[in-house]
């Protein structure tokens, strides 16, 4: 199964491997989720319920609580990226994006291990909660774009 998604490379008489990464991979993956989940804040910003945006804001305060536990604070940014995507509702997109987070949790390409990247990532956090609280679709698409070129910028 792992063979078939690209995540492990078999090798004959050697076994299984984590497939390798090369930085234009990863380039190529933070492309594919800025647009994808750029794509999603704005649909979220233009029609997800006052109770959606009450429950993202939840794992939003949850995030700003843990930026001191690494782990905590990545498991919970990841919940908040999914949860997004379920507002959003395209569960094709969602699948999508939760294939390519595989990919780089395995290769272990996390921009957040970057020093000052938790800081910065929150205050981008920040400014989409605002512009999904305003409904500002635009602004909701361009800072999520942002979130993601930004965390490549510090993978790099």
């Known amino acids: 199964m792992l063979a078939v998604e690209g995540l492990v490379t078999m090798r004959l008489r050697r076994g299984a491997y984590v497939t390798e990464m090369s930085s234009q991979d990863v380039a190529q993956v933070y492309h594919l989720l800025a647009l994808l989940e750029s794509d999603a804040a704005g649909e979220v910003a ?66 957040l291990f970057k020093r000052g990247r938790i800081a910065e990532s929150l205050a981008e956090h920040r400014a989409l909660m605002q512009a999904l609280r305003e409904r500002d679709a635009k602004a909701a698409t361009r800072l999520m774009r942002a979130h993601f070129e930004n965390g490549l910028a510090a993978a790099a």
């Open 46 to 111: 233009r029609s997800a319920s006052d109770a959606q945006l009450e429950a993202l804001e939840a794992l939003h305060q949850r995030l700003e609580k843990q930026q001191r536990q690494h782990d905590a604070f990545f498991a919970a940014n990841e919940r908040f990226h999914l949860e997004l995507l379920e507002i959003a509702g395209n569960r094709w997109r969602t699948q999508i994006v939760t294939d390519l987070r595989k990919v780089m949790k395995l290769n272990r390409h996390h921009s």
